[in-house]
Structure formats: C-alpha cells, structure tokens
C-alpha cells in the first residue's frame, strides 16, 4: 500500500514541477532546461535551514521560495534577450552551473554525499506519520496550484505570455512590456518549483545532487512536450504515464539498473516521435484521433 | 608554467575539432544539435569494442569506430531532421529531438558497455615525455599532431574547393542556393558526415588520453559549442579565438581553484559574452529579437 502511495505523490511532485515549467516553455514559448536547477535550490535551502538552525518547515519554505526566484531572476535577466535555440543554451548553463555548485562547493552542499537527516514535515495540530496523509497535502497543493496557473493563464497576464510568444516584436509595439513579462514568468514559474523542492526534501529527508541532473531537467521538459504545450490537464496526464510506465517495467522484472536505461530510452523514442508530429501531444493524439473515428 | 600550456594546448585543440564540427552543423541546418554529444561518445565506444572486445588492431578500430558513429549520425539525419526541416519546425522543435536522440543513445551506451569507466590505453599509466619541463604523453602528442592536420584539411576543403563553397553557399542562403541548383539536401547530408567524422576524431582522440564514460561526450561537445557561440558562429579565425579564450579560462580555473569547476566556468564565459559582446569576436550577429 504504502508503495502505491509513493507513486501517487511522485505523480504530484511531477505534475507541479510541469505545470511550473509549462508557465514559460508552453505558454511563453521560453523553452527551459534548468527547472531541475531551480526546484533543486528549493530543496537545498529547506534541507540547509532544516539541518543547520532547526527552523520549521513554515519558516523555510517562503524562503526557498524566495531564494529560488532570486536566482532565476538573474538568470533570466541575462537569457531574455536570447530566444529559441539560444534561450535553450542559456538555461543549459545555468542548470550546469546550479548542478557544478551543489556538486562541488563542498563545504557549504557537502557535495555528491548529499544532506541527510532533515527533519520530516510537522503541523501544528496534526503530525502527518502516514504516508496517506503525505499524499493527501500533496494533492491539495496540486489542486491549488492549478486553480491558480489556470486563472493566471486566463488573466490578461496570460494573453500577454501568448502573445509573446506567437510574436515578441508585436506584442512590444502594443505597448506590452516583453521584459517585465517574461521575468515575471520565469520567477514564478522557479519559485512554484522550489515549493516542491522544499516538499521534496521533507519527503525524502535527505538531498544530494543526483536528483537535480540535467538528465532530470529533460525529463520534466518531456513532460510538457508529450503532454502538449501550453496544457495543463496534458502536464497531469503526461505525469501520470511517465511515472507509472516505468513501475510497469519494473513489475516485468528487470533488473534495477537496465530498468532505469530502457526507461530513459523509450522516453527519448517518444520525444522524438512527439517532436516528428510538430510537438502534439498526446492529449491532441487522442482528440484527433477521435475526431476522426467520428 | 609549461605543463599548465600543455593541458591548455590539447584542451585547445580537442574544442577546436568539436567547434568545426558544431559550426559546419549549425551553419547547415540552423540549430544545436545536441545528438553531437552522443557521436563523440559512440565514436569512442564503437572504437573499443572493437579494438577490446573483438580483437582487431586499434587503427582498423579507430576507422571502423569512426564509420559507424557517422553512420548513425547519417541515419538521423534521413530518418528524424530531414523530415522536421521539410515541415518546417521551428529550430527549437529540432534541437529538443536532438535531446531524446541524445538520451537514445547515451542510455543504450550504457546498457550495452555498462556506466563504469572504459579506456582505450594499452598500459596502465603511461609516462611522458619530459619536454622543457612539462610531461607529455605520446598520446597527447597524437591529439596534437593528429588535431591540426585534421583542422587544416577542413579548412583547405571548406575554402578551396567546389564543395566547400557550396556548403558555404547553403549556410548563407539556403533558398538562394536552391534557386541556382545547388542539391541542398545531399550537401547537408556530406555536411553532417564531415561533421561526424569530426567529432567522433575528437572522442577518439579524447578516450586515447583519459578514461570514458557514457556521458563523457556532453562537456567537450559544450565546450565546442561554446567556442563556436563565442566566436560569433561567423568564422574560422574567430572559432580558434573563441576556442583558445575559453580553454585558458578553463584551465586557469583549473590552475586557480579546482578542476571540478570547468564546465561552470565554461558557461560563464558564455553568459559573460551574452551580455557584454553579442556579436562575438568573429563579429556577426547572434540570433535574439531587436527590439
């Protein structure tokens, strides 16, 4: 049971982090690759304030919240000129240089060992032992979050992203600000990702730098692709596929670490079928294709 | 201090090989492709299940190495890129296939050969050669010698020769050179192929020096891709600027603080140039909105 339960908050944590990520790559046209960075210094700052000073789970988080969009500020203060391929190299480079830093500033990250023995989460009324009651948070923060990037992608912030990206030069000449928006989104979109950080690293209790690859980043990027850009309910369904094809496989007995490559193989297969089609995804698959068994 | 110009030489020389190779696939087809990474890797790989696992003298393996990972780059091309350059996807559409193709085949590189480090030495440590106080290794002195000639060759074809004018002729203006009936699809296929054999050189080249990995491919072919960037994606004389500013910041990272440090500096350098001189040092114009 409590394994089923696991799956069930792995597919929270990935839903949040692609509905994160789809704020800037699906609705702004701002492909990222460093949304395991970001979602990395949330967990890093919770298990670093956690560990260090023994603060609460209520007083961390608002600041791993804050810490990450600082960074990603930065970042995309430097990117936002850049656009498509370029833009997609920027964020290739911070996600490198975020990774190098928890990696191997030893002294602060204690480096691929990783920091272990943070406290798990606590209420002040209730304390949440069952695995049950883990997942039953997880889901309302999905919830909450949704509700909130719908209503945000239906505002007139929202047409704004789309306008810029279907064209940035017009949407500018409308009098729209190209470079307040795409800021604006782009530390949203890190910081909602640090709250599952700091989520994260209370669930798992410990933090090391093999979660917070490149690797991981592309797999949250396919996501959103195989999902459909620009969709939340395909952010859902995507994760939902992703993460229990692979306990699928699992079921099949391989073993552990052939698993891990086929899975990463058949992902791969499927970005670049899902890319072949012109980047429909797999909610758009089944609505064409039951248009046209209609 | 000498030893200090060695490592930045071969570093120098290994990123010039994966900068030609990204510039003559950027320049054809108009985006990153990151699949690069996995030729240099295969290239390796190939080289030493050949040479270790069948049997076969190392200079045969080096070319049937090298065959194969062209090969396999050559059938991505035709079955995956031709087709997205057709429908015309915008470049972004390309290089995230390039990411899964990249995933493809680092992750079956490690299901066959396994994730633990591989080498194509033949002795354990093999010692230098003591010139003016730096260690060279005979293998160092191949990725030199070897490096060079490689980069005059493709600079003598790209400049001088009919082929490599039209491939010039296609990377400024595809529409154009179509019009003049130069067969655009079959120039960017020998383009790719060059590139190809370039980079999977480079890997060769790279695993001779120093034990491999699955992954080992992705820094070096950032580092090439750098340079090319910073160099302003234009020329061949700003290519080898661009690659030599960025290896001696590199090294002197090294030097300075600690070798783990490379690759962030390397992006460094990259965001440094992003802001303060977009147009490179070759001097033409990086692709961003003008607003």
């Known amino acids: 049971m409590d394994y089923f339960l696991h799956v069930a908050v792995l597919i929270c944590f990935y839903t949040l982090l692609a509905q994160s990520l789809d704020l800037v790559a699906g609705k702004t046209g701002m492909v990222s690759l460093a949304h395991a960075g970001f979602y990395g210094i949330g967990a890093y700052t919770t298990a670093l304030l956690t560990v260090l000073f023994g603060t609460s789970f209520w007083f961390s988080l608002p600041l791993s919240v804050i810490v990450a969009g600082v960074f990603a500020s930065v970042v995309v203060a430097f990117a936002w000129r850049t656009v498509d391929d370029y833009f997609i190299m920027c964020t290739l480079g911070a996600q490198i240089i975020i990774y190098s830093l928890m990696n191997n500033w030893i002294k602060f990250t204690q480096g691929p060992i990783g920091i272990s023995g943070i406290a798990k989460l606590k209420f002040p009324f209730w304390m949440p032992k069952s695995s049950l009651s883990f997942v039953l948070i997880s889901i309302a923060l999905v919830l909450l979050i949704w509700t909130l990037l719908r209503n945000l992608s239906r505002s007139g912030f929202g047409k704004t992203l789309m306008a810029i990206s279907e064209d940035e030069v017009y949407a500018q000449s409308i009098g729209k600000s190209v470079y307040s928006s795409k800021v604006v989104a782009f530390t949203l979109s890190a910081m909602i990702a640090a709250i599952h950080g700091a989520l994260f690293a209370r669930y798992m209790g410990l933090v090391d730098p093999s979660s917070f690859t490149i690797n991981d980043s592309i797999f949250i990027l396919s996501i959103v692709i195989i999902g459909g850009m620009g969709n939340l309910m395909g952010s859902f369904l995507a994760s939902v596929f992703m993460i229990t094809v692979p306990e699928l496989l699992r079921f099949l007995g391989l073993p552990q670490n052939l698993a891990a490559n086929m899975r990463q193989i058949v992902f791969g297969a499927i970005l670049i079928g899902v890319m072949m089609r012109g980047g429909k995804g797999i909610t758009e698959f089944f609505r064409s294709n039951s248009r046209a068994l209609r | 201090m000498m030893q200090l110009i060695v490592n930045i030489s071969i570093l120098f020389s290994i990123t010039t090989l994966v900068g030609i190779a990204c510039f003559l696939r950027y320049s054809t087809t108009k985006f990153f492709d990151l699949s690069q990474a996995s030729t240099i890797s295969l290239a390796a790989y190939f080289t030493y299940a050949f040479n270790i696992g069948l049997r076969l003298p190392l200079l045969i393996a080096i070319m049937m ?169 234009g020329n061949y004389r700003g290519l080898i600027i661009g690659s030599a500013l960025l290896t001696t910041a590199q090294h002197l990272a090294a030097f300075f603080m600690d070798t783990k440090w490379m690759a962030a500096v390397a992006f460094f350098i990259l965001i440094l140039f992003l802001i303060w001189r977009p147009r490179g040092v070759g001097g033409q114009r990086l692709k961003k909105v003008e607003v």
Do not use: W
């Open chain 2, 65 to 233: 190495g090298i065959l194969c990972s062209t090969a396999i780059a050559i059938g991505a091309e035709l079955i995956v890129y031709r087709h997205m350059r057709r429908k015309e996807f915008p470049p972004f559409a390309s290089l995230i296939a390039s990411l899964g193709l990249y995933t493809v085949v680092q992750n079956s590189i490690s299901l066959f050969f396994g994730d633990d480090a591989k080498t194509l030495r033949s002795a354990d440590v093999e010692v230098g050669h003591m010139i003016a106080g730096a260690y060279i290794t005979n293998s160092q002195i191949a990725t030199l010698v070897v490096s060079l000639t490689t980069f005059l060759a493709v600079l003598l074809i790209l400049q001088r020769s009919t082929l490599g004018k039209r491939i010039r002729a296609i990377s400024d203006n595809r529409q154009l050179s179509d019009i003049y009936g130069i067969n655009s699809s079959s120039l960017i296929l020998v383009a790719i192929g060059m590139a190809a054999l370039l980079a999977g050189i480079a890997g060769i080249l790279i695993s001779l020096d120093v034990d491999m990995s699955p992954t080992f491919g992705f820094n070096y072919y950032l580092g090439g891709v750098i340079a090319m960037i910073i160099s302003g994606a």
